[in-house]
């Protein structure tokens, strides 16, 4: 079974720039997260998406921070403008609906100079 | 407030040695518990996890974990560390009646002397 891809792997972009990461689940996986991981840190939740509709983005920062989940499927994560403290790896999970079991990608490591 | 403590950043054992690694949760209601691996430049994997139950939980590689609600704690715990074992460990804590946001710990660096 396929496990969760994610790309690009590493991206390096000046501040206020933008940049779109991309997820593609388990095939079947209902439920998608983006976490965002900063240095030393545990993942913290940016967003969560049941099929096409969001459950929980009250940790993302709107005014810069965008997701959408088009039918269903992949996910991309948008930054822009971004900035220095949104260097971190951005980590895509997801999950069959309702299930505990959270299977994660390799994530995206972003460094912004 | 909803939260998890890793207590110790970095913990350093011999290999052959057995390891135990802390983790205390604030939770306000039932939880659900997760210990995951990271190796460098990889995705977390998941050890194994707790809802109720038996309060000691087997998981993969070797590595269990005991539930105390006393304590609030749900400590990580191998008999005998191998060097691959050498990887950033977070405890987690989830909704338990259904999928959810994961809330981690700040993760215990483990590296495993020869």
């Known amino acids: 079974e396929a496990g969760v891809a994610q790309s690009p792997r590493y991206k390096i972009i000046e501040k206020r720039q933008s940049v779109a990461f991309w997820c593609n689940p388990i095939?079947?996986?209902?439920?998608l997260y983006w976490y965002q991981q900063i240095l030393g840190q545990g993942p913290k939740l940016l967003i969560q998406?049941?099929?096409?509709?969001?459950?929980?983005d009250s940790q993302l920062p709107k005014d810069r921070f965008s997701a959408e989940r088009l039918k269903g499927v992949d996910s991309t994560l948008k930054i822009q403008p971004a900035k220095l403290e949104d260097s971190a790896v951005y980590l895509c999970?997801?999950?069959?609906?309702?299930?505990?079991?959270?299977?994660f990608g390799p994530g995206t490591r972003l460094t912004v100079t | 407030a909803q939260s998890v403590t890793q207590p110790d950043i970095h913990i350093t054992v011999s290999e052959g040695a057995s390891l135990e690694l802390r983790c205390n949760y604030s939770?306000?209601?039932?939880?659900?518990l997760f210990w995951y691996v990271q190796s460098p430049g990889q995705g977390l994997q998941l050890l194994l996890k707790?809802?109720?139950?038996?309060?000691l939980v087997q998981g993969i590689k070797g590595f269990e974990a005991e539930f105390k609600r006393s304590q609030s704690s749900f400590n990580l715990r191998k008999p005998s560390v191998h060097w691959s074992d050498a990887a950033e460990y977070f405890c987690?804590?989830?909704?338990?009646?259904?999928?959810?946001?994961?809330?981690f710990g700040q993760g215990t660096e483990l590296s495993v002397k020869p």
């Open positions: 998406f049941q099929n096409n509709g969001v459950v929980d």
């Open positions: 095939s079947g996986h209902a439920t």
């Open positions: 939770y306000g209601a039932t939880p659900y």
């Open positions: 999970a997801s999950s069959l609906a309702g299930s505990h079991e959270q299977y």
């Open positions: 987690a804590v989830g909704p338990y009646n259904q999928g959810g946001k994961l809330i």
């Open positions: 707790y809802f109720s139950g038996d309060t």
